[in-house]
Every structure is written in structure tokens, then in C-alpha cells.
């Protein structure tokens, strides 16, 4: 993990070469004190540099000169000013933090400096840089470069303490991205549901409250859909349940996590090609697990549970068949038509567990849940289903502020009507014309009179491009999202 420092902007001599990247906003970069300093060190050739690139201080615009002078040993310049003018975001100074970060090559430590008239943004500068720096290594042997790579950045500022106060925050919520992408990058053979419940156990550690339902206690409590969905792997499922105490009485915000630790589609297979991406199908349990370690870590004042229902969805003599009819935990029964469509099964229970015991004052599921939402809205968007106005407005407006973008989809009693079932309460799928909102039609049965919202992130859990501040692979997807609408229900208590 980059290790992150705020300090004052350094000397540059001959002494120390230095490696250097500032964020620049817009036409009154080239008149910015710190912008000079490195020109001068230069000798101009910065400014020379911009002049012939066309360089404008612009978001998404990249300029790095290698070795430019002896007390520099790289310049690198970002942009994060918009093109229409508009005022500069906590968005887009992040973005350029991250890209800054990955341009810094071949060195262990840097500085990273802003623009007098984006200062205040230090903080989310860093977070960017962070960000950008993840790198799921554990399974390599080999490095695959034997040139150096950035250790430490030291984040200039002319307000030290203000810097370090926002980074409190900032630096907790992104060690929940870490855990989350580290949860999701896991193979299968590694991650399971008994495993994955250990590594939520550690987390007492930073004074979350752990408590599992195994096998039989779930049984007992007649968890007949999640159960029915783990019943043909040899790994046991479990329910983990895990507190945040930050805010006395009030009732808690709970998010709930679908965790199929992989996913083979059960009897009703999967093709071979991109199975492998099934072990990302508890990308809602990591993300929930991701908030609730930030959440902790920053010490947010206000009750949130969060609530993960870990299973393995195989093919073997005990596996559930298509056909067969379970009886939930609501006591609603459900034709099993599609053994592939399991993850709604897994939420069923634990939404409707949830609500009963802990009565929250509202619920948010997150699940890797369908194709059909990356059809709809790719990999930039992740889809928002709900049966409150006021909770799908404050989620949109958070996942706004942070970069991480939701659309909201309809719903209806059209829609749900076809999931009814001729033998059975309902059936887990309808037909494929919008077999997203159906899926979240069958999850709004389990809920109730709940305020609840269903977030589908199938397309936005794992990218095979690269963002400013996430390699390809894992994006820990809705942990800053919902670290951000938390933090809407702090301001209001």
C-alpha cells in the first residue's frame, strides 16, 4: 500500500534529484508559484514542454519529461480542470491523483504538488494516488520489471493539518477499496465461504461486532432458499452478520451482501468461457465487508449492520435441480427454474432475516445479480432498484460525488407479475426481456414494508480496462459509494 505524507513543497537542488508531479488546473497553471519553481529548475523545459504539446492543464491531460535537469529526475504534469469550465470536482482532483501516480515510474519516492487554486483537494489527491497504486501481487513469483516502484508520496501543501485531518477519513475508506478488491481478486480455491467468514473475523480486531450462523443454525432458523443454493458444494455456507456501534440508539442503516464464492451455474451450467470471472460473484459481500472495515476505521457515529450470505454454488449429486421448490425463510415458497439464477435466492433470506431481526431503518443489497445490467448499462454504471424516491435519490447523489455512477431502472407490479408461479408462491426467473427488473421484483417480495434498495453491480465489480484509479481487475466498486451516504445520515442526526 503506497504509504501517503503531507508536508510543505521541497528545495530542489542538485543534492536530492527529485521526482515531481503536479496537478494543474486549467490556463492559471503557468502562472502558479509551484509551476515556475519547477520550470526554473528546468531551465524552462517544462514550459517548453507544455508549449509544444498544447498542454492546457485539462482533465485527462498527461505530460511527463524524464530526467529534465539534475535535481529532477521526473516532472509529470496532470490536468483536472473541465473543458466547459466548470468548477474543478473532489471527483476529477482525484482522477489526477491517480494518474499521477502511475505515470511516477522507476522511483520509490516522489512528491506530489497541486496548484494553488485546487490546494484544498490535497487529501483527495492522495486517496487518488492510493487508489491507483493497488496491486494484487500474491500469487506472483516473479517481479515483472526490475525497475523500482513508487513506495511513498509526500503530498505538498501550504495547510499540513487540514490535509491530515480530511486524510483520516479518506485513508480509512480507501483500506476498505483494498480489502474489498483484495476479497474479489482471490481464487475460488482460496476463498470460500469458511475462509471468507475468517477473514471478516479479523475485523474485530479494528471493533466490529462478528457474529456467524453456520449450517445449522441456519437450518433451524429455515434459510430453505440459500440453502437450497449450497446444497451441491462441499463447502458449507454461512451467514455473517457484523456490526458497527457508532450512534446509541438509533436504529441501524443494514447492507446486505450477496457472497456465492463461485459460481458454476449449478446443474443449469455455465459455458466454459469466463468462468473463471465467477469467483467475483461475491462482489456485493466484499464491497459490504469493505464499507463496514472504513466505516470502523474512521469511527463513523451511526449504527450500520451489514449482513453477507456466503455460499458456493456447485454441480454434484446433492446440487439443487431445476424444478425444485424451496421454502424461505419469510415462509414463501419458490419454483426453482434456473439453478443459475441463485444469487436472489441467497439475498431472499438474509433480506427477509435481516428486516425481522434488526428492524433498520433502511436496506441496501448489493450483487453481481445479472448479464442482463451490463447489457443495459455496461461497465460505467451500476443499476439502482427501489420502492423509496427519496433513499434511490440519496444513493444516486452519493455515488455522484464520488465517481461511482448509478442509473435507476423501474420497476412495477407488470414486472412482477411475471415471476408469479403456477405451483409455488413465485418462480426465480420470468422470461429474458428485462430480466434485471425482474430479478429485483423477486428481491422487493422479501422485504416487505422496508425502505430497501437493490444494487446490481455485475458490470461495475471487475473491469478488464483500467481506470485513473484502479488497475484492471477488482474496483472495490460501492464502498466509497456508500461510505458517502453514510456519511448524508451523520450529517442529518
Known amino acids: 500500500m503506497l504509504d501517503i505524507s503531507f ?31 519547477i520550470d526554473a529548475a528546468t531551465a524552462g523545459a517544462l514550459g517548453r514542454a507544455v508549449s509544444f504539446k498544447g498542454f492546457k492543464g485539462e482533465a485527462g491531460q498527461l505530460l511527463v519529461l524524464t530526467a529534465p535537469s539534475a535535481s529532477l529526475s521526473q516532472v509529470v504534469l496532470v490536468g483536472c480542470a473541465a473543458k466547459d469550465g466548470s468548477a474543478v470536482t473532489s471527483v476529477a482532483v482525484e482522477n489526477a491523483g491517480g494518474t499521477a501516480a502511475k505515470a511516477l515510474d522507476g522511483v520509490e519516492n516522489a512528491v506530489l504538488a497541486l496548484t494553488a487554486d485546487v490546494a484544498g483537494f490535497a487529501a483527495e489527491a492522495a486517496s487518488g494516488a492510493r487508489l491507483a497504486r493497488y496491486d494484487f501481487d500474491l500469487y506472483r513469483t516473479k517481479k515483472s520489471s526490475d525497475r523500482a516502484s513508487l513506495k511513498a508520496l509526500t503530498v505538498a501543501t501550504s495547510d499540513v493539518a487540514a490535509a491530515e485531518s480530511r486524510w483520516v477519513a479518506l485513508d480509512a475508506v480507501s483500506r476498505g477499496v483494498f480489502l474489498t478488491r483484495d476479497l474479489i481478486s482471490e481464487p475460488a480455491n482460496i476463498l470460500y465461504p469458511e475462509t471468507f467468514t475468517a477473514r471478516i473475523e479479523v475485523l474485530r480486531e479494528i471493533g466490529l461486532e462478528v457474529e456467524v450462523l453456520d449450517q445449522a443454525a441456519m437450518q433451524e432458523l429455515g434459510f430453505g432458499a440459500l440453502l437450497g443454493v449450497a446444497q451441491g458444494s462441499a463447502n458449507a455456507p454461512r451467514t455473517v452478520i457484523v456490526r458497527h456501534n457508532g450512534g446509541g440508539d438509533e436504529a441501524p442503516l443494514a447492507f446486505i451482501g450477496k ?103 433502511l436496506m441496501v443489497d448489493l450483487a453481481t445479480l445479472t448479464g442482463a445490467i451490463v447489457v443495459s448499462l455496461g461497465t460505467e454504471n451500476a443499476g439502482l432498484f427501489s420502492n423509496d424516491d427519496a433513499l434511490a435519490s440519496g444513493l444516486f447523489e452519493a455515488g455522484k460525488q464520488v465517481g461511482e455512477g448509478l442509473w435507476r431502472m423501474p420497476m412495477g407490479e407488470a414486472y412482477n407479475r411475471q415471476i408469479d408461479s403456477d405451483i409455488a408462491d413465485m418462480k426465480n426467473i420470468g422470461g429474458r426481456p428485462g430480466s434485471a427488473i425482474l430479478a429485483a421484483e423477486f428481491l422487493k417480495r422479501f422485504v416487505g414494508d422496508a425502505t430497501w434498495a437493490h444494487l446490481d453491480i455485475a458490470g461495475t465489480t471487475w473491469k478488464t480496462t483500467a481506470s485513473p484509479t484502479a488497475p484492471k481487475g477488482a474496483t472495490g466498486f460501492g464502498v466509497r459509494l456508500l461510505n458517502q451516504f453514510v456519511q448524508f445520515h451523520e450529517a442529518r442526526a
Open 259 to 361: 457472497g456465492v464464492t463461485f459460481d458454476s451455474g449449478g446443474i443449469s451450467i455455465k459455458p466454459a468461457a469466463g468462468m473463471d470471472e465467477m469467483k467475483t460473484d461475491m462482489g456485493g459481500a466484499a464491497t459490504v465487508i469493505g464499507l463496514m472495515s472504513a466505516l470502523a476505521r474512521r469511527k463513523a457515529p451511526v449504527n450500520v449492520i451489514g449482513v453477507v450470505g456466503l455460499v458456493e454454488n456447485m454441480v454434484s449429486g446433492r446440487a439443487q435441480r431445476p424444478g425444485d421448490i424451496v421454502t424461505s425463510y419469510s415462509g414463501q415458497t419458490i419454483e426453482v427454474l434456473n439453478t443459475d439464477a441463485e444469487g436472489r435466492l441467497v439475498l431472499a433470506d438474509v433480506l427477509a432475516y435481516t428486516k425481522d431481526r434488526f428492524k433498520p431503518k
Open 7 to 37: 508536508g510543505s513543497f521541497p528545495a530542489l537542488n542538485d543534492d536530492a534529484p527529485q521526482a515531481v508531479a503536479l496537478i494543474c488546473h486549467g490556463k492559471g497553471t503557468f502562472d502558479d508559484a509551484t509551476f515556475k519553481a
